[in-house]
């Protein structure tokens, strides 16, 4: 069932995406659009609580019960960005908006980029170890959760992992390339 929830709210999150997209600029609805989008959360909602009463029924902790905190966390860490990446694109696409700025590619701007988008992936980490941590208190039984600790682990050696790649980009920023300019003349 857990599983099954977590699929429902990825595709949730995106229809909603995308009605709350079609509306604020296919339809010139903003205050609709923009109301739907905020709707977001509540899938998550939904899936914290449907995994809160699995486990409190009696289930046995299991990777399912880590995945749905490993997801929930990536949301709230990602989501926000995405949307806003995404409804920036709309805007452009949609409603003849400026076309959004691209992220910076070189130096540190771009390391400053990359730490950002890391700082979510260590939200989403965070959040995630506190509510697997809750789980495992309302468990109560520290032998049947080792599978909600070993997401804990999942989810911090994701962090880390990133938080690695993300540190390459400022101790070895990419450098843009010179770029010769020759003049070109042309006789007829």
């Known amino acids: 069932m857990i599983v099954t929830l977590i699929v429902i709210c990825e595709v949730g999150f995106w229809v909603l995406l995308a009605a709350g997209l079609a509306l ?3 339809l010139k609805m903003p205050r609709a659009g923009a109301a739907l989008l905020l709707c ?3 899938l998550e909602l939904v899936l914290l609580i449907a995994t809160a009463i699995d486990l409190k029924s009696g289930a046995e902790p299991d990777w399912k019960h880590g995945l749905a905190a490993l997801y929930i966390g ?3 860490g990602h989501g926000h960005r995405t949307i806003k990446w995404l409804d920036g694109h709309a805007a452009h696409r949609l409603a003849g ?3 959004p700025a691209k992220p910076p590619r070189y130096g540190v ?3 400053k980029h990359e730490g950002r988008i890391w700082l979510g992936t260590l939200i989403g980490a965070v959040v995630t170890t506190v509510l697997l941590q ?3 208190w309302s468990v109560g039984d520290t032998d049947r959760t ?3 600790q070993s997401w804990m682990y999942t989810a911090w050696r994701a962090a880390g992992i990133h938080g690695l790649i993300a540190l390459t980009y400022l101790i070895w920023p990419k450098k843009e390339k010179q770029r010769e300019y020759e003049s070109v003349h042309v006789e007829r």
């Open 146 to 148: 080792d599978s909600l």
């Open 134 to 136: 809750i789980a495992i």
């Open 109 to 111: 701007a771009r390391a």
């Open 40 to 42: 977001e959360p509540l």
């Open 74 to 76: 990536y949301t709230v």
């Open 97 to 99: 908006g400026p076309r």
């Open 24 to 26: 604020r600029y296919l």
